[in-house]
């Protein structure tokens, strides 16, 4: 704890420390429900379609992805099933060229001159098919020039196995070089964290590769999902809206060689304006986290995701650095790439937000009133703080001699709700708040 604020200072605290030492971690959330999620933490959507009725058809008009989007096992079992039909029935063909021809029962006559020499069986067939396809040519069995029909067939499967080849080993190839895997060394922050930042309140998480190799032109993209009533009484289940991170001054532009912080400034245009702790306990959203980029080694577009529920986010926390000058270069610490530490008395930063000039008036009065929410959902009657957690003399400290509006002080009702509470509490009363 001592080297920590020797580091950072005085004002932050650190919310649990494991016991071996590896790092700080963030404190046990209360267990709740396990609810659907829209995207999982790996990426995967939990999307099925059902009931497509006679729109099947559409998969076999593009059935080259079709064959790509399927499972591995799937994959190979069409793959052998594939060369294995297509063997056999060109075998069939070179058996019923010579069961026509009479050469299966004059085979051993040294005098006549068969279609394919040493062809007297489906075995024998089956044989010269291969070396003929494979180009293996043995020169035991060899097609003659008295047989048209057997050129005819000879560059008949030429052709198809031109064209097999070409699309089942193309779609082996384009399977196995998709850079979906190329994804499971970017990572994520298991949570996202909201504190200040450069006098703003903002919405952080992190993103880092564990590759060398660079993510080129690597972008990154935030959607807010929530479920919402329009005016006109239509219900809009996990409706989209954009969570700017940086669109606008090309912060969106990721050099992803070490851990970054990706941030949102909840300001007036972010859907999270009217967010306060305790509104996080009982309203239900999910942010989805899209990063994308070009594989460096292989040119091709990967994209990972990420979601970060409700529960998910942490209020008034900060990363743990992860990166120490070394000599002669940078260190990325990784085992600390999901710590977070908690900061003390960061809420009274709110009352600087910036409004009317010197940051006073309504958006004072609104900052107070927020952090006198945010108290009572804490500190509701039976629940305790957690352990970790300053007292409230500390975390919610309102400052009542700030001048508001009207020449009065702008945080007097807030101060006064959060003596009143620590009074009844202090002796012995029922908080009915």
């Given at each position: 704890?001592?080297?920590?604020?020797?580091?950072?200072?005085?004002?932050?605290?650190?919310?649990?420390?494991?016991?071996?030492?590896?790092?700080?971690?963030?404190?046990?959330?209360?267990?709740?429900?396990?609810?659907?999620?829209?995207?999982?933490?790996?990426?995967?959507?939990?999307?099925?379609?059902?009931?497509?009725?006679?729109?099947?058809?559409?998969?076999?008009?593009?059935?080259?992805?079709?064959?790509?989007?399927?499972?591995?096992?799937?994959?190979?079992?069409?793959?052998?099933?594939?060369?294995?039909?297509?063997?056999?029935?060109?075998?069939?063909?070179?058996?019923?060229?010579?069961?026509?021809?009479?050469?299966?029962?004059?085979?051993?006559?040294?005098?006549?001159?068969?279609?394919?020499?040493?062809?007297?069986?489906?075995?024998?067939?089956?044989?010269?098919?291969?070396?003929?396809?494979?180009?293996?040519?043995?020169?035991?069995?060899?097609?003659?020039?008295?047989?048209?029909?057997?050129?005819?067939?000879?560059?008949?499967?030429?052709?198809?196995?031109?064209?097999?080849?070409?699309?089942?080993?193309?779609?082996?190839?384009?399977?196995?070089s998709q850079p979906k895997k190329?994804?499971?060394?970017?990572?994520?922050?298991?949570?996202?964290?909201?504190?200040?930042?450069?006098?703003?309140?903002?919405?952080?998480?992190?993103?880092?590769?564990?590759?060398?190799?660079?993510?080129?032109?690597?972008?990154?993209?935030?959607?807010?999902?929530?479920?919402?009533?329009?005016?006109?009484?239509?219900?809009?289940?996990?409706?989209?809206?954009?969570?700017?991170?940086?669109?606008?001054t090309g912060a969106d532009q990721?050099?992803?060689?070490?851990?970054?912080?990706?941030?949102?400034?909840?300001?007036?245009?972010?859907?999270?304006?009217?967010?306060?702790?305790?509104?996080?306990?009982?309203?239900?959203?999910?942010?989805?986290?899209?990063?994308?980029?070009?594989?460096?080694?292989?040119?091709?577009?990967?994209?990972?995701?990420?979601?970060?529920?409700?529960?998910?986010?942490?209020?008034?926390?900060?990363?743990?650095?992860?990166?120490?000058?070394?000599?002669?270069?940078?260190?990325?610490?990784?085992?600390?790439?999901?710590?977070?530490?908690?900061?003390?008395?960061?809420?009274?930063?709110?009352?600087?937000?910036?409004?009317?000039?010197?940051?006073?008036?309504?958006?004072?009065?609104?900052?107070?009133?927020?952090?006198?929410?945010?108290?009572?959902?804490?500190?509701?009657?039976?629940?305790?703080?957690?352990?970790?957690?300053?007292?409230?003399?500390?975390?919610?400290?309102?400052?009542?001699?700030?001048?508001?509006?009207?020449?009065?002080?702008?945080?007097?009702?807030?101060?006064?709700?959060?003596?009143?509470?620590?009074?009844?509490?202090?002796?012995?009363?029922?908080?009915?708040?």
């Amino acid at each position: 704890m001592s080297a920590l604020r020797k580091k950072f200072g005085d004002d932050y605290q650190v919310v649990t420390t494991s016991s071996s030492g590896s790092g700080f971690n963030q404190p046990a959330p209360e267990k709740k429900k396990k609810r659907q999620r829209f995207v999982d933490k790996n990426g995967r959507c939990n999307v099925q379609h059902g009931n497509l009725g006679g729109e099947t058809s559409r998969y076999l008009s593009d059935l080259f992805t079709t064959l790509v989007d399927l499972k591995w096992r799937w994959n190979l079992f069409i793959f052998i099933l594939t060369y294995t039909v297509a063997w056999l029935f060109m075998a069939f063909l070179w058996w019923v060229i010579a069961y026509i021809r009479g050469d299966l029962h004059r085979a051993q006559d040294p005098k006549y001159t068969p279609c394919v020499a040493n062809v007297y069986n489906f075995p024998s067939a089956f044989l010269f098919f291969i070396e003929t396809e494979a180009t293996i040519g043995y020169g035991y069995r060899y097609i003659t020039d008295k047989c048209p029909e057997g050129i005819i067939l000879f560059l008949f499967q030429s052709i198809l196995g031109s064209i097999v080849d070409a699309f089942l080993i193309g779609c082996m190839f384009i399977k196995m070089s998709q850079p979906k895997k190329r994804a499971e060394t970017l990572m994520f922050s298991e949570h996202a964290a909201i504190s200040m930042r450069d006098g703003k309140l903002t919405l952080m998480f992190r993103v880092g590769n564990l590759r060398n190799s660079h993510m080129v032109s690597a972008q990154i993209r935030c959607k807010l999902l929530k479920s919402r009533q329009t005016p006109e009484g239509e219900f809009l289940p996990l409706d989209q809206l954009e969570l700017d991170v940086g669109f606008s001054t090309g912060a969106d532009q990721l050099f992803l060689v070490s851990p970054l912080t990706i941030c949102h400034v909840i300001d007036t245009k972010s859907p999270f304006y009217e967010l306060s702790q305790r509104s996080m306990q009982t309203e239900q959203f999910e942010i989805v986290v899209i990063l994308e980029g070009i594989v460096e080694t292989t040119g091709m577009t990967c994209q990972a995701r990420t979601s970060y529920t409700e529960d998910e986010v942490l209020w008034g926390h900060r990363f743990f650095p992860v990166i120490s000058l070394e000599e002669g270069f940078f260190k990325v610490d990784y085992s600390q790439f999901h710590a977070t530490f908690e900061r003390r008395g960061w809420e009274e930063q709110l009352h600087g937000l910036p409004g009317e000039p010197g940051g006073q008036g309504q958006h004072r009065h609104q900052a107070a009133i927020q952090v006198a929410e945010n108290a009572r959902g804490r500190l509701r009657p039976g629940r305790a703080p957690h352990a970790s957690q300053a007292p409230e003399d500390e975390l919610y400290h309102v400052r009542d001699d700030l001048p508001g509006e009207h020449g009065r002080p702008a945080h007097e009702a807030a101060a006064h709700q959060l003596r009143a509470r620590r009074f009844r509490r202090e002796t012995g009363e029922q908080d009915g708040l």
